[in-house]
């Protein structure tokens, strides 16, 4: 090594020591340690479609106990639980999603479902968020053309009132026909009966400016029901289309982005006729699976899109969604 490279060394480090001084000594603050800021998650996910554009919100970030036996309570609570553990999972709490979407025709604002709102599912402070969430997202109440309701449930009906009144002043309103008739008459007993309570405030007074649909049925250029039955007696879904693009959203044919994908037979506490909600599941996952269409799951972890596979031994698997809407 000769005095040349030593004397260069030197004045390398020195030059590195004297660079570095001010950035310690001005900026004291710098090595003070940063507050921590707690967790921090989107609330909203947008994305185009054809010439349609779609708005995922979360109206909940909620946990709750299960899945079993929320989830797959005919059969063995150890079946759930290995399940869970074999994808990761904890087998005593889980996170579904609550996801109203906001599509925008270009010529109409349609809102699919309404969360939980003030006496839904999942109370505030938890759950309830949409209508803090839609100024963020870019919308404004009096902007909604058309708020879909894919069945009479409390997380998805909550959503319509504020304070008693409408939210969405300039609304009409869409749901099925079969799903009316039963939540608004005195059949629905129980727990039930007391969601029929909650949909005769929130739903019936809406009951002029609401169109009843069958599956098959348009709700506007683009989009048409899908027939659902089972979750609740006239539970539909949507199939969303624009130019060569195709969305379906499925409301709650699925409530655990696992367990209910991996055995559709597996029953559901929500659903009213539980044999009847597992055969439309299958059905729903096999057409999704078929068709390779993107689906908007409204139980599934925000942003509730993805895509379903059919596994070689039965049942199917969700795969959420990465950046294939963005292409
Ligand atoms: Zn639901």
Known sequence: ?????????????????????????????????????????????????????????????????????LIGGNTERDEVDRLMRANLLPANKYRPGFTPMVVNTGKKVIVFDTGNGERGFVPRPHGGWLAKQLEPAGFKPEQIDVVVLSHGHPDHIGGLLEKG?????????????????????????????????????????????????????????????????????????FNVESQDKRLVFWGDCAHHQVASLARPDWHCVFDVDKEQAAK?????????????????????????????????????????????LKL
């Open 1 to 69: 090594m000769s005095t040349l490279d030593l004397t260069r060394r030197r004045f390398l480090a020195s030059a590195g020591a004297l660079a570095a001084a001010p950035l310690i000594g001005a900026a004291g603050a710098a090595t003070a340690a940063a507050p921590l800021l707690g967790p921090m998650e989107s609330k909203t996910y947008r994305f185009g479609l054809g010439d349609f554009e779609v708005t995922m919100i979360a109206d909940s970030e909620a946990f709750v106990d299960g899945p079993w036996p």
């Open 165 to 237: 009144e409408p939210l969405f002043p300039n609304a009409r309103y869409v749901t099925g026909a079969v799903d009316y008739d039963y939540w608004s008459s005195d059949r629905p007993s129980g727990d039930l009966a007391k969601h029929a309570a909650l949909y005769r405030d929130y739903v019936v007074p809406f009951a002029e400016k609401t169109t009843f649909l069958n599956p098959g049925d348009e709700v506007v250029p683009g989009i048409r029901a899908i027939g659902a039955f089972g979750h609740t007696p006239g539970h539909l879904g």
């Open 280 to 324: 439309t599941r299958a059905q729903m996952f096999d057409m999704v699976a078929t068709d390779k269409v993107a689906v908007s799951g409204f139980h599934m972890p925000f942003p509730s899109l993805g895509y379903v596979e059919r596994r070689k031994g039965g049942g199917y698997r969700w795969l959420a969604h990465t950046y294939q």
